[in-house]
């Protein structure tokens, strides 16, 4: 069986039965108390709590973390407040000007849910501020005598300019407090290095909830356009490289519905669509998704590359883990995609015109894998023309017909360039794409494995974990399999219980 229908099936079985629905709820609200205890709009540290200090200072792609210990009633840290905020406006945020380097985070002390957080760093007085690498502080903490730590107590830190200058001496940089959004001229492109794509699963991330976010903006959820977000949030469930992708994807699915009423865009209902319940107010992927960032997509200009770039990671990585069965299913649950989502009009006309062309359905995931990647060589080779001529591409990172040479050299059969084109070997470009986009693409991600420790996240992961690197011990795919057939039938009553409901909302 297919992993769409099987966590389709699964899911609804989560929703029918008592005890999953509170899983599902269970990490609906954890999403909800990461969302509430972050700070307000001006603030820029984030706000860690028990609950969340683990997957959020494990999930960030910085290299490194402060973590401020305070108490919110204490005078002292009121006014080291704006002082560290200055230095937590240059590393955090979408406007940050050196992204991706230091998570600024801050815990209250004063809140009991962390007195055992706090307890662990040995917290003796107010604010206390460590540093160190963000995996050192999961399942990590302090002592004083404890020698050789790889976290650290900032001793100097009690104003911005001296803060900025302990970093600096730590990580040998020029970090200025007064420091402006610069165009990454000295960004290195190393397009030819294949561990860069690592870096991409942040990108996924990224892309993912700025798509959600642009899909609200736009109010482009309409009555003929909410079976295809529904199809994509199913691809999204079972394949999103990102664990907390295919979490948050889940719960929008199940509580569909509920978070995208038919009538979310009518008079009446546009007062509630920043409350409580609303698709507006949830975070797919959760809150601590960096934004602004692009690790892998970032352009050597402020307005190049970023979230297409990031979109086309996300399809690319989708069309390497579905499995044969699921390959029609996957074409047009992404074309119609980016026929109804993607607001570049000329892109999602020319991506309409190339899914149309299409003539007979996709019947294995490596014809579809390589359709993707053909179809990105013909964008490619037609911006390479256009951006040449206006000027308005990336000088770092011009477009190509790929993988290039260096990437990939097996991918093209000896010397020969055909009429301006190139002959590849086929399947060496599918085991390429499927290492690159599959293995590699999570391998960040698989070192933090240990971090995730929510059921439904293990539940999830153990099936839709990417199609070439599960393998499932016999006796447990039969058990789920016979499973999901029984869960089939439920599952084909609540979604009847949920079509019923439909005509009540409109
Ligand atoms: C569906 C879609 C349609 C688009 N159509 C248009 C359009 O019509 N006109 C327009 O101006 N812009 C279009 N864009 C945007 C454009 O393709 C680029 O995304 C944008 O110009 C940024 O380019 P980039 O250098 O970051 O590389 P991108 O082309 O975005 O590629 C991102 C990364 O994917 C990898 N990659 C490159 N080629 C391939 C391939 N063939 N297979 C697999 N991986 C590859 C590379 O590592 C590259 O860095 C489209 C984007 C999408 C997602």
């Given at each position: 069986?297919?992993?769409?229908?099987?966590?389709?099936?699964?899911?609804?079985?989560?929703?029918?039965?008592?005890?999953?629905?509170?899983?599902?709820?269970?990490?609906?609200?954890?999403?909800?108390?990461?969302?509430?205890?972050?700070?307000?709009?001006?603030?820029?540290?984030?706000?860690?709590?028990?609950?969340?200090?683990?997957?959020?200072?494990?999930?960030?792609?910085?290299?490194?973390?402060?973590?401020?210990?305070?108490?919110?009633?204490?005078?002292?840290?009121?006014?080291?407040?704006?002082?560290y905020e200055k230095v937590?406006?240059?590393?955090?945020?979408?406007?940050?000007?050196?992204?991706?380097?230091?998570?600024?985070?801050?815990?209250?002390?004063?809140?009991?849910?962390?007195?055992?957080?706090?307890?662990?760093?040995?917290?003796?007085?107010?604010?206390?501020?460590?540093?160190?690498?963000?995996?050192?502080?999961?399942?990590?903490?302090?002592?004083?005598?404890?020698?050789?730590?790889?976290?650290?107590?900032?001793?100097?830190?009690?104003?911005?300019?001296?803060?900025?200058?302990?970093?600096?001496?730590?990580?040998?940089?020029?970090?200025?407090?007064?420091?402006?959004?610069?165009?990454?001229?000295?960004?290195?492109?190393?397009?030819?290095?294949?561990?860069?794509?690592?870096?991409?699963?942040?990108?996924?991330?990224?892309?993912?909830?700025?798509?959600?976010?642009?899909?609200?903006?736009?109010?482009?959820?309409?009555?003929?356009?909410?079976?295809?977000?529904?199809?994509?949030?199913?691809?999204?469930?079972?394949?999103?490289?990102?664990?907390?992708?295919?979490?948050?994807?889940?719960?929008?699915?199940?509580?569909?519905?509920?978070?995208?009423p038919l009538d979310m865009w009518s008079p009446s209902k546009q007062g509630d669509n920043n409350g409580e319940g609303t698709l507006g107010n949830f975070q797919i992927c959760g809150k601590g998704v960096p934004r602004g960032y692009w690790m892998f997509c970032r352009g050597s200009k402020n307005d190049t590359r970023g979230?297409?770039?990031?979109?086309?990671?996300?399809?690319?990585?989708?069309?390497?883990?579905?499995?044969?069965?699921?390959?029609?299913?996957?074409?047009?649950?992404?074309?119609?995609?980016?026929?109804?989502?993607?607001?570049c009009e000329e892109c999602r006309q020319h991506f309409y015109d190339m899914c149309s062309s299409v003539s007979s359905p996709f019947k294995t995931s490596r014809d579809f894998a390589l359709w993707l990647w053909s179809a990105h060589n013909k964008v490619n080779e037609r911006l390479f023309k256009e951006e040449a001529f206006l000027g308005t591409g990336d000088p770092k990172f011009p477009k190509m017909i790929w993988p290039p040479k260096q990437l990939c050299s097996s991918c093209r059969l000896s010397q020969s360039e055909k009429n301006n084109g190139i002959d590849w070997d086929q399947e060496e470009v599918l085991k390429f794409l499927t290492n690159y986009y599959g293995k590699i693409l999570v391998s960040l991600r698989k070192d933090k494995k240990n971090l995730g420790n929510d059921r439904f996240d293990g539940f999830l992961e153990d099936l839709a974990v990417s199609a070439n690197a599960v393998a499932v011990p016999l006796g447990a795919a039969l058990a789920i399999a016979v499973a999901s057939c029984a869960f089939g039938a439920l599952a084909c009553c609540w979604r009847s219980q949920q079509k019923s409901r439909k005509p009540r909302r409109s």
């Amino acid at each position: 069986m297919s992993q769409v229908l099987l966590v389709l099936n699964l899911l609804s079985l989560l929703s029918l039965s008592s005890g999953a629905t509170s899983l599902s709820l269970g990490s609906r609200s954890i999403l909800r108390a990461i969302d509430n205890e972050n700070g307000g709009p001006h603030d820029y540290a984030v706000d860690l709590n028990a609950s969340n200090f683990d997957s959020v200072i494990g999930d960030t792609p910085a290299t490194f973390a402060v973590v401020e210990f305070f108490a919110h009633w204490c005078p002292a840290c009121r006014n080291y407040k704006p002082h560290y905020e200055k230095v937590a406006r240059l590393f955090n945020g979408p406007d940050a000007v050196h992204p991706g380097i230091i998570l600024m985070s801050r815990v209250d002390c004063a809140l009991k849910i962390n007195t055992k957080l706090c307890d662990k760093f040995s917290v003796v007085h107010y604010p206390m501020l460590f540093w160190g690498p963000p995996a050192k502080f999961v399942a990590g903490g302090w002592e004083p005598k404890q020698e050789k730590s790889e976290i650290r107590l900032i001793d100097d830190g009690r104003t911005a300019d001296r803060l900025i200058n302990w970093i600096n001496k730590q990580t040998d940089s020029s970090f200025g407090l007064d420091d402006e959004k610069f165009e990454n001229e000295h960004l290195s492109s190393n397009v030819s290095d294949p561990v860069q794509i690592a870096r991409a699963v942040y990108d996924v991330e990224e892309v993912t909830s700025t798509a959600f976010e642009i899909i609200l903006e736009h109010k482009m959820i309409k009555s003929e356009t909410r079976a295809s977000l529904i199809k994509f949030l199913q691809l999204l469930v079972a394949h999103h490289p990102s664990r907390r992708c295919r979490r948050g994807s889940a719960d929008v699915l199940v509580n569909f519905d509920d978070l995208c009423p038919l009538d979310m865009w009518s008079p009446s209902k546009q007062g509630d669509n920043n409350g409580e319940g609303t698709l507006g107010n949830f975070q797919i992927c959760g809150k601590g998704v960096p934004r602004g960032y692009w690790m892998f997509c970032r352009g050597s200009k402020n307005d190049t590359r970023g979230f297409s770039c990031g979109l086309w990671v996300l399809l690319h990585s989708l069309s390497v883990r579905i499995e044969d069965g699921e390959s029609q299913f996957a074409f047009t649950a992404i074309c119609e995609f980016v026929h109804n989502f993607f607001v570049c009009e000329e892109c999602r006309q020319h991506f309409y015109d190339m899914c149309s062309s299409v003539s007979s359905p996709f019947k294995t995931s490596r014809d579809f894998a390589l359709w993707l990647w053909s179809a990105h060589n013909k964008v490619n080779e037609r911006l390479f023309k256009e951006e040449a001529f206006l000027g308005t591409g990336d000088p770092k990172f011009p477009k190509m017909i790929w993988p290039p040479k260096q990437l990939c050299s097996s991918c093209r059969l000896s010397q020969s360039e055909k009429n301006n084109g190139i002959d590849w070997d086929q399947e060496e470009v599918l085991k390429f794409l499927t290492n690159y986009y599959g293995k590699i693409l999570v391998s960040l991600r698989k070192d933090k494995k240990n971090l995730g420790n929510d059921r439904f996240d293990g539940f999830l992961e153990d099936l839709a974990v990417s199609a070439n690197a599960v393998a499932v011990p016999l006796g447990a795919a039969l058990a789920i399999a016979v499973a999901s057939c029984a869960f089939g039938a439920l599952a084909c009553c609540w979604r009847s219980q949920q079509k019923s409901r439909k005509p009540r909302r409109s």
